[in-house]
C-alpha cells in the first residue's frame, strides 16, 4: 500500500520558515512527482507547486515564488516543503500527494495533511 | 484570471441524483484533463474521478465525470449520507503553467 507520512504541526511565529516533511513509501519514489496543496480554515484547496523526485526539476505557483523552495531526499523517499517569511494568512493544512504527471492534476493518494499555525 | 467555478453547495435526498457543476476556460478544462476530489469531514481529500470520467479502484461506479467543452461536471447517483463532504475539481493552466482547484462545493445529504 502507498502512504505518505507528514511531519507533525508546527507553531511559527510571522517572518519565521517552516519546513515540512512527507515520508513516503509503497512505491518508487523516483517514478511520480510531489505536489503540495494547502487548505487554510474553512477555504479550499490551493496548489503550491511540484517536484520531480528523479531529477528534482520543479514548478512552483506563481504566488509562493521566491519564498518556497521543494526539495527530496531519494535515499529515505522523502519530500519537503519549506515556506518562508511567513504570515498569518498561511496559517493552514499543508498536504503532500502523489502527482502521477506535472499536468494530470492527478493527485493520489494525499498525506495525512501538517497543520501551521502563524501566530505572534 | 483563471478560475474554476463551481456552485458552493448543492443537496439532495437519500437515493437521489446530483449533479456538481465545474466551469473553466481554453486554458485549463479546455485544453486538460478534469479531476474530481471528495473531502469528508476532518478528512483528507482523495481522487474520486481522474481523466474527465476515470474512477479510480475502491470509488463506486455511483460516482461519474464528464465535460463538454470548458465545462465539466460530477454526478452521483443513488446519494448516500456518506457522500455529505465537500468536492472539489482540478485541471492544470496552461496560461497559469500550474494546478487550478475549484472553490469546492458542500454537499449535504437531506
Known amino acids: 500500500q502507498i502512504h505518505l507520512v507528514q511531519s507533525g504541526a508546527e507553531v511559527k511565529k510571522p517572518g519565521a520558515s517552516v519546513k515540512v516533511s512527507c515520508r513516503t513509501s509503497g512505491y518508487t519514489f523516483t517514478t511520480y512527482g510531489i505536489s503540495w496543496v494547502r487548505q487554510a480554515p474553512g477555504q479550499g484547496l490551493e496548489w503550491m507547486g511540484w517536484?520531480?523526485?528523479?531529477?528534482?526539476?520543479?514548478n512552483y505557483a506563481q504566488k509562493f515564488q521566491g519564498r518556497i523552495t521543494m526539495t527530496t531526499d531519494t535515499s529515505t523517499s522523502t519530500a519537503y516543503m519549506e515556506l518562508r517569511r511567513l504570515r498569518a494568512d498561511d496559517t493552514a493544512v499543508f498536504y503532500c500527494?502523489?502527482?502521477?504527471?506535472?499536468?494530470?492534476?492527478?493527485?493520489?493518494?494525499w498525506g495525512q495533511g501538517t497543520l501551521v499555525i502563524v501566530s505572534s | 484570471q483563471s478560475v474554476l467555478t463551481q456552485p458552493p453547495s448543492a443537496s439532495g435526498t437519500p437515493g437521489q441524483r446530483v449533479t456538481i457543476s465545474c466551469s473553466g476556460s481554453t486554458f485549463n478544462i479546455g485544453r486538460n484533463p478534469v479531476n474530481w476530489y471528495q473531502q469528508l469531514p476532518g478528512a483528507s481529500p482523495r481522487l474520486l474521478i481522474f481523466d474527465n470520467n476515470q474512477r479510480p479502484s475502491g470509488v463506486p461506479d455511483r460516482f461519474s465525470g464528464s465535460k463538454s467543452g470548458t465545462s465539466a461536471s460530477l454526478a452521483i447517483s443513488g446519494l448516500q449520507s456518506e457522500d455529505e463532504a465537500d468536492y472539489y475539481c482540478?485541471?492544470?493552466?496552461?496560461?497559469?503553467?500550474?494546478?487550478?482547484f475549484g472553490g469546492g462545493t458542500k454537499l449535504t445529504v437531506l
Open positions: 500527494v502523489r502527482d502521477e504527471a506535472l499536468l494530470l492534476s492527478k493527485f493520489d493518494p
Open positions: 517536484i520531480s523526485p528523479y531529477n528534482g526539476n520543479t
Open positions: 482540478a485541471a492544470w493552466d496552461d496560461s497559469l503553467i500550474g494546478v487550478l
